[in-house]
């Protein structure tokens, strides 16, 4: 005897196997995230307690507060750049532009191994590319440059910036216009490479030449009675020379 399975049937059966999916707009809608497993409030407070007590033990006996990494590294190849703090920045944070192959264990292990400098805390942040065009502003095309990763410390000791002396905020300045100058050249086009540069107040390049305004017509004018003289000049010459010869 042949069971024969309606279509009815099937349609069923697939609708149960989905019943915890729900149909929108012929989606199926996908399936609700797993709930996140909430920590224990006692265990967490017991776990940094524990830490702080490790920290607090490895500062009173001059030890790393940390686990050193086990590869030795003689010739670090990275490059780290120290910047100036923003204004959200305490004198107990410093902040690093390290390459993107970095993270928060190399930092600690570099700063604490060449500069004996400890960290408590540290984050990071990835920022996107600045757009960089391949030529002047009509022409090239548009790309972003790459990205830049920059790490903020928490520091044991306050650390203060000295403050900018004259002749940093100088050089400053005179980057700054020389940028604005060097845009402004590469960016004008047609009649505007005669303007002046507005860079430096405007000293760097010479005001151009105040040129009279003549209409066509005038100037048609003064060109025909130039040519007209010239030809009389020349004819006069040409009558000297000939009695110069009849004379004789």
Do not use: C
């Amino acid at each position: 005897m042949l069971n024969i399975i309606s279509p009815l049937r099937t349609v069923k059966n697939s609708f149960n196997l989905i019943s915890h999916r729900t149909i929108i707009m012929g989606y199926r809608k996908p399936f609700s995230p797993k709930p996140k497993v909430k920590e224990n409030r006692q265990d967490r407070a017991t776990r940094s307690k524990r830490i702080i007590q490790l920290i607090r033990e490895s500062l009173e006996n001059d030890e790393p507060n940390f686990i050193p990494g086990k590869k030795p590294i003689y010739l670090p190849f990275a490059t780290i750049k120290l910047l100036r703090p923003n204004a959200k920045h305490t004198p107990y944070q410093a902040k690093f532009i390290v390459p993107k192959s970095f993270n928060k264990l190399d930092l600690r292990d570099y700063l604490y191994h060449i500069y004996g400098l400890r960290t408590l805390n540290i984050t990071s942040a990835l920022m996107p590319g600045k757009f960089i065009r391949s030529m002047p502003a009509p022409y090239g095309s548009r790309y972003r440059d790459k990205q830049i990763k920059k790490m903020t410390v928490d520091l044991i000791d306050p650390f203060v910036w000295p403050a900018e002396n004259e002749m940093f905020k100088q050089e400053k300045e005179l980057t700054r216009e020389l940028n604005n100058y060097r845009e402004e050249k590469a960016n004008a086009i047609n009649s505007d490479r005669e303007k002046p540069s507005k860079a430096f107040g405007g000293i760097i390049d010479k005001n151009p030449r105040p040129m009279n305004f003549v209409s066509k017509i005038v100037r048609r004018q003064m060109k025909n009675l130039k040519s007209k003289d010239i030809e009389l000049q020349k004819k006069l010459e040409t009558d000297k020379f000939i009695t110069s010869y009849i004379n004789l």
